[in-house]
C-alpha cells in the first residue's frame, strides 16, 4: 500500500503532526485533498512574537489576507498578536481598516492575544466585540491614550481572562466586567510588574463575581498577600484547578494561607502551581507552608522560580524531596528556574516521577555529562529546558525535546532510539512567554 491509497479520512489526522507553519504551507502545494485540510490547519492558529523575522511586516500581511479573504479568515479559531507596528494604529488609517474588516471576518475566532504595549486601540476592540464565539481575550491594559476601557464591559460571557500591566483606569472597570462575565469565567491572569493598583481589596470586591474560577494566576502584585488571595480561594465553589502566586508581597504568609485552605480543603482539584520565592522570606518556613498547601491537591505540574539571586541546592533539596514523596506519581511538569538544583535531586525526580513529560531545570555547564545520564530514567520524557546560572553565563542555554529514532536491526526488526534534538514546535512554551518579575 502506497501513502496515496490510505483513506482521506486519515490526512486530517497525520496534518496535526505538522507544526510548523511553513511545513503547513507546502502540504497546502500537494493537491486539492491536501490544500483543503492543510489550509483548515494553517489559519486555526496563527501567532506572531516580537522575535518573529520581519514580525511587523507579517501582521500587515495577515491583516491584508483576512480583510480580502473572508473564508480563510472564518478558519481562525486562535489568533496570537505579540508583535505590531504601533505607528499604524496612529497614522496609516488604510492599514488599520484592513485590521478592522479582517477582524470582523474572524467569524469563528474563539481566543484573541493582543500584548504589544500602545499598539490596541478603541476601534480594534470595537471590532474584537463583533466576533460572536470569542471567549478568550488576552491584552495590554495599558489604555492611556490607546483606548477606552469602557469598551471592556462589552465583552461578555468570557471563559479566560488575561490582562499584563492594567492601568488604574483599567482596573476600575474590573468589578463591573467581572460582574457580567463572571459566571462564565473560568480563568483570570494579571500580570504587572510591582504595580501598586492590585490589592487585597481589589480581590476581595471581585471575588463574589468568581465563584466558578478554576484558574487563578498574579504576577508582580507586591500589594497582594494572602489575605486577598484567600477571598479569592474561599469564595470558590468547586475550587481551582490552577494557581499562580509570582511576586507577591513579602508579607504573604504561607503557612497561615496552607492552613487556612486545608481547613476549608479548598485546593482539594489543584493541579497545577506556579510559586516564587524571595529573599526576604525565612526559606524553611515558606518551604513548609508550600509543602503543606499542596499536601491534599493533585498536583501535576509544579512550576517554582526565584525573583531574585539564584537559591544555592543545598537550601532547597529538602522541598524537592518532598514534593516529589507527595506528587512524584503524578507530576508531568517539574520546572525549575533562578534555583539551582543538584544533579541527585534530578535524578530523584526522572526515577520518581513517572509520568514526567517536561522538565525545566538550572545547572552548571559542567555538569551536562552526568544530567543526561539523569535524564536517562525518565521513560516518558518529552522535553526539556536546560538553563544556566545567569550571573555566570550570557549564552542562550538549550530546549531540548526527547525524539525517537527508529532503525532496523540485523533481524529485519524496527528499534526505537531514544534521542535529544532541538526543540521543534514553534510555539513557546508557557515559561517563556512573559518576563516574570
Not at 484547578?241 to 504561607?254: A, H, R, T, Y
Not at 534530578?346 to 545547572?363: G, P, S, W
Amino acid at each position: 500500500m502506497q501513502f496515496l491509497d490510505l483513506p482521506i479520512e486519515l490526512l486530517p489526522e497525520i496534518l496535526k503532526y505538522v507544526v510548523k507553519p511553513q511545513h503547513l504551507a507546502s502540504a497546502c502545494l500537494v493537491n486539492k485533498a491536501f490544500r483543503t485540510f492543510a489550509t483548515t490547519r494553517l489559519y486555526e492558529r496563527i501567532f506572531i512574537y516580537s522575535w518573529h523575522k520581519e514580525g511587523k511586516a507579517k501582521v500587515v500581511k495577515l491583516f491584508d489576507t483576512l480583510s480580502r479573504r473572508p473564508y480563510l479568515a472564518s478558519l481562525l479559531r486562535r489568533l496570537e498578536i505579540r508583535d505590531f507596528p504601533k505607528a499604524i494604529t496612529l497614522l496609516d488609517s488604510d492599514v488599520l481598516n484592513h485590521v478592522q474588516r479582517g477582524l470582523r471576518n474572524c467569524t469563528g475566532l474563539r481566543a484573541c492575544t493582543w500584548t504589544r504595549d500602545g499598539s490596541l486601540n478603541s476601534e480594534i476592540l470595537e471590532a474584537l466585540i463583533q466576533c460572536p464565539d470569542l471567549r478568550e481575550l488576552e491584552l495590554n491594559g495599558h489604555n492611556d491614550g490607546h483606548y477606552d476601557p469602557r469598551l471592556l464591559l462589552h465583552f461578555r460571557h468570557l471563559s479566560r481572562i488575561s490582562i499584563i500591566m492594567p492601568s488604574p483606569a483599567v482596573v476600575s472597570k474590573l468589578e463591573p466586567w467581572l460582574s457580567s462575565t463572571g459566571n462564565t469565567l473560568r480563568s483570570l491572569t494579571l500580570i504587572c510588574k510591582a504595580s501598586t493598583i492590585i490589592t487585597d481589596a481589589l480581590l476581595e470586591s471581585i471575588a463574589p463575581y468568581l465563584v466558578h474560577l478554576e484558574h487563578l494566576n498574579l504576577t508582580g502584585c507586591p500589594k497582594v498577600t494572602h489575605r486577598g488571595v484567600w477571598a479569592l480561594v474561599s469564595s470558590n465553589l468547586n475550587g481551582l484547578i490552577g494557581l499562580g502566586l509570582e511576586g507577591v508581597s513579602p508579607k504573604f504568609d504561607m503557612q497561615l494561607f496552607a492552613k487556612q485552605c486545608i481547613d476549608y480543603d479548598a485546593l482539594r482539584r489543584l493541579r497545577s502551581v506556579t510559586l516564587t520565592v524571595q529573599q526576604q522570606v525565612s526559606m524553611k518556613e515558606w518551604i513548609s507552608g508550600v509543602i503543606d498547601l499542596l499536601s491534599l491537591s493533585p498536583l501535576e505540574l509544579f512550576q517554582i522560580y526565584s525573583t531574585g539571586a539564584f537559591f544555592e541546592s543545598p537550601m532547597t533539596d529538602d522541598m524537592w524531596q518532598k514534593l516529589i514523596s507527595a506528587h512524584g506519581t503524578r507530576l508531568v511538569r517539574f520546572s525549575i528556574h533562578r534555583m539551582l538544583i543538584s544533579l541527585e535531586a534530578i535524578r530523584d525526580i526522572c526515577i520518581k516521577c513517572i509520568n514526567l513529560e517536561q522538565l525545566f531545570v538550572v545547572v552548571e555547564p559542567s555538569s551536562l555529562e552526568q544530567l543526561a545520564e539523569a535524564l536517562s530514567f525518565a521513560h516518558r520524557l518529552r522535553t526539556v529546558h536546560i538553563n544556566y546560572p545567569t550571573e555566570a553565563f550570557s549564552d542562550a542555554p538549550p530546549v531540548l525535546q526527547v525524539e525517537r529514532r527508529i532503525t532496523t536491526d540485523e533481524h529485519g526488526a524496527l528499534q526505537a532510539h531514544r534521542t535529544l534534538a532541538p526543540y521543534g514546535n514553534p510555539e513557546v512554551p508557557e515559561q517563556f512567554l512573559v518576563v516574570r518579575t
